[in-house]
């Protein structure tokens, strides 16, 4: 074999693997591609739909002093904030939001960020409203939010992200609580008697020292059955609601006129802890065909007799289990919405606490002719 017969057969050999080695870098160029696109794709879809940045759903403790509980839905976020007491523990607290109570509305943005509208409700002191935009970020491992821009006032700088249990937004479904609206009034059925009769019973508290001359409450049959007692009297601490073991049962009795047509859509079938029995007693109590003939109510009102204990603890230093008309603000029963603050000393109070009237106008509750020391 010559020398040129073998350079032929190289050459040849030479270009099939050039060949080969050209087609294998097209594919691969060509995979690359396609992988390129791909993941290009994925990328623009996760950030056009919004799932890069972390789930913010949560509960967090801001600034402010509030608590805000947080509900991602896709690329939509909510909250509910609430203040709470500066000198009680959250969970040593029943109402919270009785400075502020504030909704918010936003868009969880690809660049780590939150935008959208805020506003006040009225069950705080204060009812503004702007917008905000938030950034996404990690304090101490946990997320926060940071205040980029806002309007309207709103003072909160950094939101962090808690895992306290005691403050899990995962609340159970029951109706531990409702609201009823109606007007107070002073016609009462006294269902201990034999006859049902009614009675005109004011609102009163069953606690304090005898008004000078006494005012006393006439049942439906003439008699006296007890006299109203000027809770002003006496000092209305745990030390001396303990004390005073014969004076009552230190509760707050009110009668209220319900209006059925406010009651919550799904009242009767929706958040009983005993679905059966629980919207059964209700739907007794609120349609009592009797009730409604004495009192001449039309079907779309109800009678409530309503009572609060004046402290639900164990002793003065416990947190308190229920709601007292003598505890302190987020503890205390509420009045249109605020703390009746009933342990408190006042001279001079507002109008509205004089919300106890004798048949002659005379005050009841706390005023400035109440002896208090």
């Known amino acids: 074999m010559n020398n040129s017969n073998i350079d032929a057969r190289n ?47 949560g ?23 609430m ?4 000198n009680l523990t959250p969970d040593s607290q029943w109402h919270r939001g009785l400075n502020f109570t504030n909704v918010f509305r936003g868009t969880v943005n690809s660049d780590y960020t939150v935008a959208g509208e805020w506003a006040d409700v009225n069950r705080g002191l204060t009812l503004n409203s702007g917008t905000l935009k938030w950034s996404i970020g990690y304090f101490n491992g946990r997320l926060q939010l940071t205040k ?11 939101k962090n992200n808690t895992d306290e249990t005691l403050l899990n937004p995962n609340l159970k479904p029951y109706r531990d609580a409702t609201v009823f609206y109606g007007r107070l009034v002073n016609s009462h059925i006294n269902y201990l008697a034999d ?13 304090g020292v005898n008004f000078s001359p006494p005012v006393r409450f006439i049942d439906s049959d003439g008699n006296v059955s007890f006299t109203y007692l000027n ?16 004076i009552g ?15 919550e859509h799904d009242f009767y079938t929706t958040g009983w802890g005993n679905h059966t029995y629980g919207p059964e007693v209700f739907n007794l109590k609120l349609n009592d065909a009797s009730t409604h003939q004495k009192l001449n109510y ?45 342990f408190k000393q006042t001279q001079n109070p507002p109008p509205y606490w004089a919300m106890v009237r004798s048949p002659q106008g005379t005050a009841l509750a706390r005023t400035s002719e109440s002896r208090e020391r």
């Open 298 to 342: 039309a079907d779309s009102e109800a009678y409530m007799g309503l009572e609060t204990i004046m402290f639900g603890r164990y002793n003065a230093s416990t947190t308190p289990l229920l709601p007292g008309w003598a505890e302190a603000d987020g503890n205390s029963v509420l009045v249109n919405g605020r703390p009746i603050n009933g």
């Open 249 to 263: 049962d230190c509760d707050m009795d009110v009668r209220l006129k319900v209006d059925q047509d406010k009651l």
């Open 195 to 207: 006859n049902l009769g009614v009675e005109s019973e004011i609102p009163h508290v069953n606690y």
């Open 59 to 81: 509960t967090y403790m801001a600034d402010d002093g509030g608590i805000y509980y947080v509900q991602q839905s896709g690329t939509t976020l909510w909250w509910a904030g």
């Open 83 to 86: 203040s709470l007491d500066s």
């Open 231 to 246: 809770f002003g009297g006496l000092d209305r601490t745990f030390d001396e609601f303990l004390a005073e073991k014969d």
């Open 148 to 158: 980029v821009t806002g309007t309207g006032g709103f003072g909160v700088v950094h």
């Open 11 to 57: 050459s040849i050999h030479r270009s099939a693997v050039l060949q080969s080695k050209l087609r294998f870098a097209l594919r691969a160029c060509a995979m690359m591609a396609l992988l390129v696109a791909a993941l290009t794709s994925a990328f623009h879809a996760l950030f056009a739909s919004g799932d890069l940045p972390p789930d913010l759903t």
